[in-house]
């Protein structure tokens, strides 16, 4: 059984995500730590792009901010090879499809597998351009994590009925970035999941409070958090470890 699998299966799980290389791989490192520590079932790590358009202005600032502090892809793995010597805890990157381009697609997973990362999500990817990826993500036992918009409509069910490890249910049109109030019906995005796939389903995008974080484990399998943790690390910098466990620890305590 993979470690997606091994740890979203069956349960409600908090993800979060911090982007690689702010303010430091070291600090990365730690962080990842403390989100586990604090209860987190999974980590998505930001490879730092200097495009990101998925993303909304406090985590293109983190981009910029671990670009300038000297993160490559290269050293990110090297540090995810460092940190798999203490956590098996599941650790997905976020990349833009021009830095595994750029990169080179067979290196770029067989470096996914050496240093022990799980699984991938491509944002800027669409479903019917991941055949070139597929099958090379597979040889070596990598997950592409598959998206599941408000626009995806008639495409939900051909989505998760290929999706692996686990399914990223976005909320909300737009960018990343805490949200007030989110007005999508998720549930019966989840629904129609549910109906070709026991794949777990998490919600991202916008999520940022305990109330959301149970209000939305309750509908799917786990609640995705990125920004509001990015905006601890841009708060606190090289000090945010014990912030960013407090804040995790707060929301974990949201699932019932």
């Not at 833009?96 to 470096?111: D, T």
């Amino acid at each position: 059984m993979s470690r997606i699998k091994n740890a979203l299966q069956g349960k409600k799980s908090f993800i979060g995500f911090v982007t690689a290389g702010d303010p430091g791989l070291d600090k990365t490192e730690e962080f990842v730590l403390e989100m586990e520590r604090a209860g987190a079932a999974l980590v998505e790590l930001g490879v730092p792009f200097s495009d990101p358009i998925a993303e909304g202005p406090v985590i293109q600032e983190a981009n910029i901010r671990a670009l300038a502090a000297g993160c490559t892809t290269d050293k990110l793995f090297d540090m995810v090879k460092t940190l798999r010597t203490k956590t098996q805890i599941p650790l997905v990157l976020l990349a833009y499809a021009n830095s595994l381009f750029k990169y080179g697609y067979e290196k770029f997973f067989a470096r996914c597998q050496d240093s022990g990362i799980d699984g991938i999500i491509i944002p800027d990817m669409p479903f019917e351009e991941k055949g070139e990826l597929s099958d090379i993500a597979d040889n070596y036992g990598i997950d592409i994590i598959s998206l599941i918009a408000p626009t995806s409509e008639k495409r939900i069910k051909t989505i998760a009925k290929d999706a692996k490890g686990f399914i990223y249910v976005v909320s909300s049109m737009g960018v990343t970035g805490v949200r007030s109030e989110i007005k999508t019906d998720v549930a019966s995005i989840v629904e129609a999941i549910r109906e070709v796939t026991d794949v777990p389903a998490a919600i991202g995008f916008g999520i940022s409070t305990k109330e959301q974080v149970s209000k939305y484990t309750s509908i799917a399998d786990g609640a995705i958090v990125g920004s509001a943790i990015v905006k601890i690390v841009a708060e606190y910098g090289s000090e945010a470890g014990s912030h960013i466990y407090n804040f995790v620890s707060e929301m974990v305590s949201g699932i019932e």
